[in-house]
């Protein structure tokens, strides 16, 4: 079993930066991929990065390439999300997830074993 736990989220204006974090208990962090996700209400969970179990290998979704970066700190159990550049879109409950794979369907959701509960992200314009 992996335990995961965001935090960082809160109101911010647009235009404004926000860092998200991930603490991860349980099984051994380094063993997986980590990735975040965001579902605003009405939506689809959005993938928006995935970071390998070194950390040395990174993907995003096209919505926040170049406005956010995943990162991992293996000897902390933690990987991070810093998002600059708010939009109002941005508005959403973030997940991170674990997997036990980092391939070309870590995009999915369905690749994920382990979820947290989420936390809040609201940009206001």
């Known amino acids: 079993q992996v335990q995961l736990v965001e935090s960082g989220g809160g109101l911010v204006q647009a235009g404004g930066s926000l860092r998200l974090s991930c603490a991860a208990s349980?099984?051994?962090?380094?063993?997986?991929?980590m990735g975040w996700f965001r579902q605003a209400p009405g939506k689809e969970r959005e993938f928006l990065a995935v970071?390998?179990?070194?950390?040395?290998?990174?993907y995003y979704a096209s919505s926040v390439k170049g406005r956010f970066t995943i990162s991992r700190d293996n000897a902390k159990n933690t990987v991070y999300l810093q998002m600059n550049s708010l939009k109002p879109e941005d508005t959403a409950v973030y997940y991170c997830?674990?997997?036990?794979?980092?391939?070309?369907?870590?995009?999915?959701?369905?690749?994920?074993?382990?979820w947290g509960q989420g936390t809040q992200v609201t940009v206001s314009s």
């Open positions: 997830a674990a997997s036990l794979t980092y391939s070309s369907d870590s995009g999915s959701p369905a690749s994920y074993d382990y």
């Open positions: 970071i390998n179990r070194s950390g040395g290998r990174t």
């Open positions: 349980g099984r051994t962090f380094s063993s997986y991929a």
